[in-house]
C-alpha cells in the first residue's frame, strides 16, 4: 500500500510543506503516510525570462497564467493513468465541504494547481478537466495556502494519523452539525462551573445533553446547516 500522493503546481514551492511540516501532519509525513512533491511551473517555461504569465485577452488590468505552460506542468506531474483527482484551487470554485475532503482522504491523492495574478487561462481548465475548490468567499494572493489549507484538512483523516481514531467523528460537520462546547479542568474558572450533567457520570445523558447544544449552537450560528 502507498500511502496518499499529494502533488503541488506553484510558483512558490519554498511555501511547503510549510505548516503540513509539523505536528501531526508533518510526522505523517516522514513516517510515508502521506507524501508532497512540488513542481515549480515556471520550470515548464519556454522563453529566455522563464514566464508563466501574459496579459489577458480583451484587456484590463493584471495578468493571467498561460495554459500551454501550465499543461506541460500538469502533464510531468500526473501523466495519462494518474487516478488523482486535478485541482485547481480557486475562489470560483464549489466550496471545500468535509464531505469533499473525506473523499479526497479516501483516495489515491491529489494534483494542486495553485493560481497566481488574476487566475488561469480558461482552456487548460477544461483540457485537464480541473476540478476547482474554493476554500471560502474571499480572495486570496494565491492558491498556495488554500492548498495547504485542503490538504491539512485531509492529511488529518488519513489512517493513523490522529492519535485517537475516535476524535474525528464526533466533529463539527461530520454529523451535519457544529459540534457541542468543551470543558476541561479546573471545575471552576473565574466563577464558572462545568454543567452539572458533564460530571455526572450518566452516558446516555452526557450524549443526549451533548447532541442538544449542538443541535442548538448549528441553529443559532449555521441554521443552513440543517437544510
Ligand atoms: N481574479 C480572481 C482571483 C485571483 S486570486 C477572481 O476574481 O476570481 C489568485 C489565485 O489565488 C487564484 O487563481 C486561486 O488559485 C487563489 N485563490 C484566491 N482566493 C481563493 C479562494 N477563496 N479559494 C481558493 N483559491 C483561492
Not at 99 to 122: K, N, S, T, W
Amino acid at each position: 500500500m502507498s500511502g496518499f500522493r499529494a502533488s503541488v503546481l506553484t510558483l512558490y514551492p519554498e511555501m511547503f510543506p510549510g505548516p503540513l511540516g509539523v505536528s501531526l501532519a508533518g510526522r505523517a509525513l516522514e513516517s510515508g503516510t502521506w507524501s508532497l512533491e512540488t513542481v515549480q511551473i515556471r520550470d515548464f517555461a519556454t522563453d529566455r525570462h522563464r514566464s508563466v504569465d501574459d496579459t489577458p485577452a480583451g484587456g484590463g488590468a493584471g495578468m493571467v497564467m498561460r495554459a500551454d505552460i501550465l499543461a506541460r506542468a500538469i502533464d510531468s506531474a500526473s501523466p495519462e493513468g494518474d487516478d488523482r483527482p486535478r485541482l485547481l484551487m480557486s475562489p470560483r470554485g464549489r466550496p471545500l465541504t468535509q464531505a469533499r475532503v473525506r473523499e479526497l482522504a479516501d483516495g489515491p491523492g491529489a494534483v494542486i494547481l495553485c493560481g497566481r495574478f488574476e487566475g488561469v487561462d480558461q482552456r487548460v481548465i477544461e483540457a485537464r478537466q480541473l476540478e476547482e475548490v474554493s476554500i471560502g468567499d474571499y480572495i486570496l494572493s494565491g492558491g498556495e495556502i488554500a492548498a495547504l489549507v485542503l490538504l491539512d484538512a485531509t492529511v488529518r483523516l488519513l489512517p493513523g494519523v490522529m492519535g485517537n481514531a475516535l476524535s474525528g467523528t464526533h466533529e463539527s460537520f461530520e454529523d451535519g452539525l457544529l459540534e457541542h462546547p468543551h470543558y476541561t479542568r479546573p471545575p471552576e474558572f473565574e466563577g464558572r462551573t462545568i454543567p452539572e450533567v458533564l460530571i455526572s457520570g450518566n452516558h446516555a445523558l452526557i450524549e443526549k445533553w451533548r447532541r442538544e447544544e449542538a443541535e442548538k449552537l448549528t441553529r443559532e450560528r449555521r441554521p443552513d446547516l440543517l437544510g
